[in-house]
Each structure stands twice: as structure tokens, then as C-alpha cells.
């Protein structure tokens, strides 16, 4: 399984009484064949402050909106590495149909004389 917790998902939002809260949802473009792309949300730390939304449980993407964070008021994560909600992403085998392939060829090396 490869990781990355590299990304961190940072915002700014000012929300009305009556519509209090907004979400963060994700999605891809195109899957993988034989491949998952899992993500998971941190809970926001850092310089923020105001109504911070919660994370989602980790999340297989797929072509469908998924919310990863709900519950965001008026609120700011701060700008910028170790400032709002930390995201990991790990590639997997796939759950589904297709599978990975793997090529591998062996080359026999000869010394010329």
C-alpha cells in the first residue's frame, strides 16, 4: 500500500443563520481498474478557529460525491502545512473488477569476448 499525508485541506467560510452549515466532498474523474484510492481526514488542528467541520470515516473514492468533511459554520483553518485537516491518501489492490498487472521480463546477460 502506498501513502501520502502530504495535503492538508484548508478553508475560510461564513455561513448565514439560515443556512448554517456547508460540506467538502470528493470524487475522481475516472477509475483505476484493479486499483482503490482510499482518503481519510484528519480533525482540523492548527490557527483556526469558529465551527470547524468533522471528518468522514476513511472514504474509497469513486465517480459518486462523497462528503469527507460536514458540519462547517462560519469558521477558518489557518493557511498552509499543519493548519486545518490533514489528508491521506493510500493506493490499494482493487476490491472490485479488473486486477493489476504486473510485468516483469529477465533478460540473460552474455559476456562478449
Known amino acids: 500500500m502506498l501513502l501520502n ?7 475560510s467560510s461564513i455561513k448565514s443563520v439560515a443556512d448554517p452549515t456547508r460540506n467538502v466532498s ?7 481498474p484493479g486499483i482503490d ?3 481519510t481526514a484528519a480533525a482540523a488542528t492548527g490557527s483556526g478557529g469558529g465551527t470547524l467541520g468533522t471528518p468522514a470515516a ?7 460525491d462523497q462528503t469527507i ?3 462547517i459554520g462560519s469558521a ?3 493557511n498552509g502545512a499543519n493548519n486545518g485537516h490533514n489528508l491521506t491518501y493510500a493506493l490499494a489492490a482493487g476490491s472490485g473488477p479488473g486486477g493489476v498487472a504486473v510485468c516483469m521480463r529477465i533478460y540473460r546477460q552474455q559476456r562478449l569476448r
Open 5 to 11: 499525508n502530504t495535503l492538508w485541506l484548508n478553508y
Open 26 to 32: 470528493v470524487k475522481v474523474n475516472a477509475l483505476i
Open 37 to 39: 484510492i482510499h482518503v
Open 58 to 64: 476513511q472514504i474509497t473514492l469513486s465517480a459518486a
Open 69 to 71: 468533511i460536514s458540519g
Open 76 to 78: 477558518f483553518t489557518g
